[in-house]
């Protein structure tokens, strides 16, 4: 807090900002290729106005705790238990492979890349149904403190520095693999071809310190909550929404979710599975650009180490491409 009043103080005496610039909460992708959106990319830090930072997704795009993109984290978010969130492997340093075709090379199970990067940087990992057990379980084994590992259930959220935090229904599976559990039941379970239970998946909505209001949708479908719930109750102004198909709704699906359900004023794209960009600007033909034609509001795309800024009306006011 001291820090980042003390940096603020120094900003505003050599830099002309405008008060919306300084309450903006800011997002900045720790993607596959600097500057690019890729493949595997999935990982997002939010930072409040008061300086709490949370890593959404940490996946397989951070090259670990020592990523030195990564900074000061507080809180770390998990959708769900699948590799690609979690983290079953990871970049051995970053920008290594191409956007792709990136490199994943590094094995982190049976404790994740998530739970890596939550010890070396104490801090906290928030999440909803019946993982906090499980993460709590995986801090301890890697030398870290269980109690960091803090439950925000369907309704139920969890303030941590300047920013509130619930999770929201996402219609998907969250089934464990084997390679996260180890020993004589782990090789059991992958010759049955079976997961453990962990809850169902979830989506974040995120209410910052300046009044901004954020939906995460995790990995997902179309869900009826999407209406009810993140617009009706939360009334959510950015989203950051799965536009891949295959394993969560495609452009149209996604589309249909902004346009008709949260009404959000602006989105980030998020989790293509795909090349998206060359040279930063989105490639005709793919996923994201049927997305961006698709959507009634802007959609910005999210270039790896490019910082946007947003402000309490979800509008980017800084840093958007
Ligand atoms: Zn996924």
């Known amino acids: 807090m001291l820090r980042s009043l003390t940096l603020a103080t120094l900003l505003a005496l050599t830099v002309p900002l405008t008060a919306t610039a300084q309450d903006a909460v800011k997002v900045t992708p720790l993607g596959g290729q600097e500057g690019e959106f890729c493949?595997?990319?999935?990982?997002?830090?939010f930072e409040d106005p008061t300086g709490t930072r949370i890593l959404y997704d940490a996946g397989r795009t951070v090259a670990g705790p020592e990523d030195p993109r990564l900074g000061?984290?507080?809180?770390?978010?998990?959708s769900h238990v699948h590799g690609d969130h979690i983290g079953d492997r990871r970049a051995?340093?970053?920008?290594?492979?191409?956007?792709g075709q990136p490199d994943a090379s590094v094995s982190m199970t049976p404790n994740s890349n998530t739970v890596e990067i939550?010890?070396?940087?104490?801090?906290?990992?928030?999440?909803?149904?019946?993982m906090p057990r499980f993460f709590a379980g995986k801090l301890k084994a890697a030398g870290g403190d269980p109690k960091?590992?803090?439950?925000?259930?369907?309704?139920?959220?969890?303030?941590?520095?300047?920013?509130?935090?619930t999770t929201v229904p996402a219609v998907h599976s969250n089934g464990l693999a084997p390679d996260f559990i180890g020993g004589e039941m782990a090789e059991h379970m992958a010759e049955a071809g079976i997961t453990a239970y962990v809850g169902p998946p979830t989506g974040y909505v995120l209410t910052f310190s300046n009044g901004l209001v954020v939906y995460l949708s995790g990995d997902t479908g179309i869900t009826a909550e999407q209406d009810l719930v993140v617009r009706g109750h939360y009334a959510a102004k950015?989203?950051?929404?799965?536009?891949?198909d295959t394993f969560t709704t495609g452009p149209t699906e996604a589309a249909y979710v902004i346009n008709e359900l949260v009404k959000p004023a602006s989105v980030i794209a998020s989790h293509a599975n795909e090349e998206a960009t060359k040279d930063g600007q989105v490639i005709a033909g793919t996923r994201s650009e049927a997305f961006m034609k698709a959507s009634g509001v802007p959609v910005?795309?999210?270039?790896?180490?490019?910082?946007?800024?947003?402000d309490a009306d979800g509008l980017c006011v800084e840093g958007c491409s």
């Not at 950015?238 to 891949?244: A, D, E, K, R, S």
């Open 300 to 310: 910005h795309v999210p270039l790896s180490g490019r910082t946007m800024s947003f």
């Open 39 to 45: 493949r595997l990319d999935r990982a997002l830090i």
């Open 72 to 78: 000061e984290i507080d809180v770390i978010l998990v």
């Open 118 to 130: 939550a010890v070396a940087k104490g801090a906290a990992i928030v999440t909803g149904s019946e």
């Open 92 to 99: 051995a340093a970053v920008n290594a492979g191409t956007c």
């Open 238 to 244: 950015l989203v950051v929404m799965n536009i891949g």
């Open 148 to 165: 960091k590992s803090v439950l925000a259930r369907f309704g139920a959220s969890q303030t941590i520095g300047g920013v509130k935090i």
